[in-house]
């Protein structure tokens, strides 16, 4: 049983059929994809739209209403939207830095989602902000504060390049599923059970392991 969700942002954006739908994936899977771009296309019948899934270290930037989705425990996705040139985008990050260029350090996500809308029209003067995750989903794991620290990391990051963050639901217990339309800006987050999420403990365990333990809204998000 899911706990009461949030949204942001402006109108849904059309649905679609099925049968358009499949097409429009078909065309999907059939652009090539940049290092690091999610490529994980399906239909998703619940919201009658084409979608993407973000996996760990991966984005995904868009001017039109795709469906760009993602699962997270202690990982941060922000979903980064510039309202001018309707153009918006997500990653997804498992700890705030570490060695080498990888979508999976926060610092590294962070650059790359913001140049990779920058070169499809966006300014950074107009962008805002959704910041979603953090959770501390794994019992016993809290002297290390993966989620805290990657919520801390995140808004630090976007207060120094002055990016307004509109809404956030972050921190907590809760692991979250998070949806993107990256034309509207519509964001939509759902909390979920602390159970069947043994995917997100491994994933979480697995940035524990490598973290090392340091010292210590405005807009709206939709539920679904």
């Known amino acids: 049983m899911s706990t009461p ?11 679609i059929s099925s049968g358009a ?24 019948a619940h919201f009658k739209n084409a979608a993407v899934k973000i996996l760990p270290g991966e984005y995904f930037v868009d001017n039109e209403d795709i469906l760009v989705m993602t699962t997270l425990g202690s990982c941060i996705a922000a979903c980064l ?28 996500a962070m650059e790359l989602l913001i140049n ?5 029209g966006a300014s950074k003067s107009r962008m805002e902000a959704k910041i979603f995750g953090g959770g501390a989903v794994i019992a016993g ?23 307004p963050v509109v809404s956030k639901d972050v921190m907590d217990v809760y692991p979250r599923k998070v949806c993107f339309l990256p034309h509207s800006g519509k964001a939509m987050v759902k909390r979920l059970a602390p159970t069947n ?3 997100l403990v491994q994933q979480d365990r697995a940035a524990a392991q490598k ?9 709206s998000v939709d539920l679904f």
């Open 116 to 120: 990779e809308l920058m070169k499809r």
């Open 211 to 219: 973290a090392q333990p340091v010292v210590s809204s405005g807009g």
């Open 21 to 44: 739908g499949a097409a429009r994936v078909a065309q999907l899977k059939a652009q090539p994809r940049k290092p690091g771009e999610a490529s994980f296309f399906f239909y998703d």
């Open 5 to 15: 969700t949030t949204s942001t942002g402006a109108g849904a954006g059309s649905l």
């Open 81 to 108: 939207w510039d309202r001018q040139a309707q153009v918006g985008g997500m990653n997804h990050f498992m700890l705030p830095e570490g060695a080498g260029d990888s979508g999976r350090y926060g610092s590294f």
């Open 141 to 163: 794991m809290n002297t290390i504060n993966v989620g805290e620290r990657n919520t801390n990391f995140v808004l630090d990051y976007l207060k120094t390049e002055r990016i």
């Open 197 to 199: 999420t043994d995917a």
